[in-house]
C-alpha cells in the first residue's frame, strides 16, 4: 500500500469544521483513498472513501486534489463525540489476495468545548 | 440489528496458555480479518480469510493460529509462542466485491501476566 502522511495531533472547536489532512504523494492511479476513525477504546468505523471525485456522505466529505497526492476530510459541525484518530489509507479497489488495510498512527483529533 | 461481536472484551491469561478469542459476525460477510493494536500505534494484520476454509497469513501471524469453520465465525488461537500477547485484539468483516470497507468489531483486551 501507498504510505500515507498525518499529522499527529489537531486541536478543532466545537461546532466548527475540522479539516483533517492526508498526504499521499505515491498513491497509484488504481488506489483509493479511504478515511477511518477509531474512538478509544472501540474498533475503527469506516467513515468514507474515494477515487478522484470529492465524495460527501451523512458524517463527512471528502476533497481530493487534482493530482491525488493528497486530500482532506471535513467534518462540517464537529461534536465532542467526534473525538478520535482519524486514519488516513490507500488501497487499491480490487486486490484480492491483499486485503489488508494499513493502519499507520492517524491523527488525534481533540474537539473542544 | 447487523454487527460483529468479540467477546470477551477483557481477557487475563497466564504466561504459557493458550487462548483463543471470539468473533462472529451476521453481515452476511465473505471476508474476515484480525488485527493487533499495541498501545499508541496503528491496526497491524494477523490473518484474514475471504471464504470459509480458507485463511491467509498477515504481517505478524507467527505465535497466532485461525479457523473458518463456518462463514460468521472466525476465531483467533493466541498461542504460546506468541512472544509479546498484551494487546487489544480487533475483527473485522467486509464484502469480497464492490468497495471493501471494513467493519469492526469492539475488540477483546487480552492482558498476559
Known amino acids: 500500500d501507498a504510505k500515507t502522511t498525518q499529522p499527529p495531533s489537531m486541536d478543532c472547536a466545537e461546532g466548527r469544521a475540522a479539516n483533517l489532512p492526508c498526504n499521499h504523494s505515491?498513491?497509484?492511479?488504481?488506489?483509493?483513498v479511504y478515511w477511518y476513525r477509531q474512538i478509544h477504546s472501540q474498533g475503527p468505523q469506516y467513515i468514507i472513501h474515494?477515487?478522484?471525485n470529492n465524495e460527501t456522505n451523512e458524517m463527512a466529505s471528502l476533497i481530493i486534489t487534482e493530482d491525488r497526492k493528497s486530500s482532506t476530510l471535513i467534518l462540517p459541525h464537529a461534536t465532542l463525540r467526534d473525538t478520535a484518530v482519524y486514519y488516513c489509507?490507500?488501497?487499491?479497489?480490487?486486490?484480492?489476495?491483499?486485503?489488508?488495510?494499513?493502519f499507520g498512527t492517524g491523527t488525534r483529533l481533540t474537539i473542544i468545548p | 440489528d447487523g454487527g460483529i461481536t468479540q467477546s470477551p472484551k477483557y481477557l487475563f491469561r497466564k504466561e504459557g496458555q493458550n487462548v483463543t478469542l471470539s468473533c462472529e459476525q451476521n453481515l452476511n460477510h465473505d471476508a474476515m480479518y484480525w488485527y493487533r493494536q499495541d498501545p499508541g500505534q496503528g491496526l497491524r494484520l494477523i490473518y484474514y480469510?475471504?471464504?470459509?476454509?480458507?485463511?491467509q497469513k498477515g504481517d505478524i501471524a507467527e505465535g497466532y493460529s485461525v479457523s473458518r469453520e463456518k462463514k460468521e465465525s472466525f476465531p483467533l488461537t493466541v498461542t504460546s509462542a506468541q512472544k509479546n500477547p498484551t494487546a487489544f485484539y480487533l475483527c473485522a468483516s467486509s464484502i469480497v466485491r464492490g468497495s471493501y470497507e471494513q467493519y469492526f468489531g469492539p475488540g477483546t483486551r487480552l492482558t498476559v501476566t
Open positions: 480469510s475471504q471464504i470459509v476454509n480458507d485463511f
Open positions: 489509507i490507500v488501497r487499491p479497489l480490487l486486490d484480492f489476495g491483499n486485503e489488508k488495510l494499513t
Open positions: 474515494g477515487l478522484k
Open positions: 505515491t498513491i497509484s492511479g488504481n488506489e483509493y
